[in-house]
Structures are given as structure tokens and as C-alpha cells.
């Protein structure tokens, strides 16, 4: 094998290694939104009855005899705290990536064109060739295009548009008649 064939193998490998962590990178994020989109209220009040009845059942304190309650609860306290300030620090550093891509974007439709850093957001090479016509890029292709486009998760915290400016006159009074 020459020198130029274990190159070419090399650079076909490295290519192949990031096509993978981009697909694991996107697994991750998905994973993720459905986490957060499975604890809801209910399901965070049964998660905490359950806990503290085996909590109450196991009765930890007789395992740990010379640690009064009071520093359970302290300890508990404690990292509860942690919890919330890493996940914080996580929202906060989704939120400054999502700020820079939607400026990025915001750019690439000012200007007409996608740029690179949208493109690796938009598409991260899942379906990157499918439906694209000659002359469009991929990223441009994987875009979203209307309110269709968003997933029926992230619809639901949408604002309906219909409420955002007042009633007409027409309407108004047909409220007003009707309230009588």
C-alpha cells in the first residue's frame, strides 16, 4: 500500500469518525428534550412519594446511627442545590449556543446565504441529500419552513398569534353585546 492509499484511508476513517459523533451529538440533544419532556409535574410529585416512602421504609438512619436527621436534611438540601446550579449552568450554555445559531441564521437570511456554522446546526448530516435540488445546500433544504415545521413539542409554547393584536371593532362589540 503506498503512502497516498493510507492517506486517502486515513482521511475516509477520520471522515467517517466525525459523521459519527455528529449522529451521536444529535441522539444526545434528542435524548435530552425528551428527558425534559417526560418530567412533568405529575410525574415529578409521584417520583417524590415513591422516594420518600422507600426513604421512610429503608429508614436510613439506623444504618448511619451517629448522623441526627437534621443533617440528612442539611446534606439533601445541599445537593439539591448542586443539581439546580449545574443544570442551570447547562441551560445557560444552551441558550448562549442557541442565541449564536439563531444570529447565524438570522445573518444568513439577511443576506441570502447559509452559512457553515447553520449548516452543521440545521442538517448535522442527517438527511443531508435527500429532496435538495441543484443549486440549494443541504442546510438550506433542512431549514424549517412555516409553523408546520415545528414539532407538535415545541408548538404548544408558542404564543397563538390571533392574541397578540387588540380586537378589531366589530369584534369588540359583538363581546360587549354578548356579555349582557
Known sequence: MSFEQLQAKVARAEDALEAHERQVAADFRVLGTCWRQAWSPPRVIGAGLAAGFLAGWVRPGRAVA????ARWLQLA????????SIQAAF???EAQDAAGEAGAVAAAAATGTVPAAAAAAAGAGVGAGAGVGVGTSAAAADLPRGPSAVPPSARRFVPDPQWDAPPRPAEAATDVSEGR
Do not use: E, I, T
Open 66 to 69: 451517629g448522623v441526627q436527621p
Open 77 to 84: 438540601g445541599s445537593l439539591a442545590g448542586l443539581v439546580g
Open 91 to 93: 441551560a445557560a450554555s
